[in-house]
């Protein structure tokens, strides 16, 4: 395969800290609103799963396929794979990301779904790379930030590959590619 797990960065124990504590934030400040998450596919369907479950506000979901990602590099372009269903219009948004590198996907759908009317929309990730951006973004959630190292498990993947690990690890070449 060409890749190995070269250490855990994240345990399971954080993750579901984490989950808790943004669910908090966001059950807050989503009193008396029309909430929607809308996730983004594949990665972040994991995060949704137990963010959803710390919420204590109503809300919907619904999901986006969006492709930037050739192997381990963005490729800067991102295309509308599947669109939500549900109209927003009116609606509380709130787009779930699993990692946010560089920017470009969420400055992307932030612009698209603003055009569809929403009372608001706002980001979260799971996991935020700073030092990787080139647009700025500003995510007004964001689980935990972590170093600019190539990551799987908890959702993301190396060529579909490691998401159903439940913790978050550093994927390293072992040399046979």
């Known amino acids: ?33 029309d909430l929607i998450l809308i996730a983004v596919l594949k990665g972040a369907v994991v995060f949704l799963s137990d963010l959803m479950r710390e919420i204590d506000v109503p809300l919907t979901i619904d999901f986006m396929s969006v492709s930037s990602y050739s192997g381990t590099k963005s490729s800067g372009v991102v295309k509308i794979i599947k669109d939500i269903d549900q109209d927003i219009a009116g609606k509380d948004v709130l787009i779930v990301e699993d990692v946010v590198d560089t920017g470009l996907t969420l400055r992307h759908l932030k612009k698209l779904l603003a055009t569809r009317g929403p009372a608001s929309i706002r980001l979260c990730t799971a996991f935020d790379k700073p030092d990787c951006r080139v647009v ?27 998401r159903q690990l439940p913790y978050v690890a550093v994927l390293a070449d072992d040399g046979k590619d």
């Open 1 to 33: 395969m060409g890749k190995v797990i070269s250490k855990e960065l994240v345990t399971r124990e954080q993750i579901q800290e984490m989950c808790r504590r943004v669910g908090r934030e966001i059950s807050r400040d989503y009193q008396g609103k």
């Open 136 to 162: 700025d973004v500003d995510v007004d959630y964001i689980g935990m930030s972590i170093p600019n190292e190539f990551v799987v498990g908890y959702g993301l993947d190396y060529k579909q590959l490691y």
